[in-house]
């Protein structure tokens, strides 16, 4: 038994637009932002999808409206938020920028001063880098590996719990958490790659987890 996920990145906030940190803080989407949801939109409108989801920060939640005014099926299902879907939890470093964030990681690590958050994307593990952010907080907010993965697997449970097999559903999320999902499932050849607002990323979900088809795809329609 599998199902059809379409993970869609929500459209560019004024966040995305300064290249602040942006975990649970949520920013307004620019003209772009909503000029992204409506693209993405656009190249899935032939798609039936049979449940359709967003995280519960207002920028994935507007991005997946966006996606759905655009879809010609005609019998697709409400939005549902699931806060199981949100972005990291940054803590403390939500709002900073990735040279900001990166120097204080940089302290926890050992690493040099001029270290950025982009640097630590490339070189360290995902889940190690969950953790440093959580050290570093001086709030004690941020999440750590195991925090985020638990919610995220009952995020997948309930996708696989709800639909029957070969079911086609909408997922509209955030960029460092399809980073995150890309390290784990999809392997070396995706590390470190943002993918970009209003990018799709399709996968295959069954009990064993996560299979990709395609990343960070902004050309291909459905």
Known sequence: ?????????????????????????NAPLTEKGI?????AGERLRHVHFDGVYSSDL?????TAR???DANLTGDSQDLVELPDFREQFFGSFDGLSGVEAGHELANVLGLQA??????LIQSMDSNALMDAFREADPAGDAEDANMFWTRINNGLDTLL?????GDNVLLVVHGILLINLTNRFAGPDYKGVEPENGSVTTWQLDEDGLHIDTFNDTTTEW
Request: glycine fraction near 8%; avoid cysteine; aromatic fraction near 12%.
């Open 114 to 119: 001029d270290t950025t958050y982009g640097d």
């Open 66 to 68: 966006y996606v759905m």
């Open 1 to 25: 038994m599998s199902i059809n996920v379409y993970m869609v990145r929500h459209g560019q906030t004024y966040l995305n637009k300064y290249r602040r940190m942006q975990g649970w803080t």
């Open 58 to 62: 207002a920028r994935a939640a507007q």
């Open 161 to 165: 719990q709800t639909h029957k097999d």
């Open 35 to 39: 000029a992204d949801g409506q693209a």
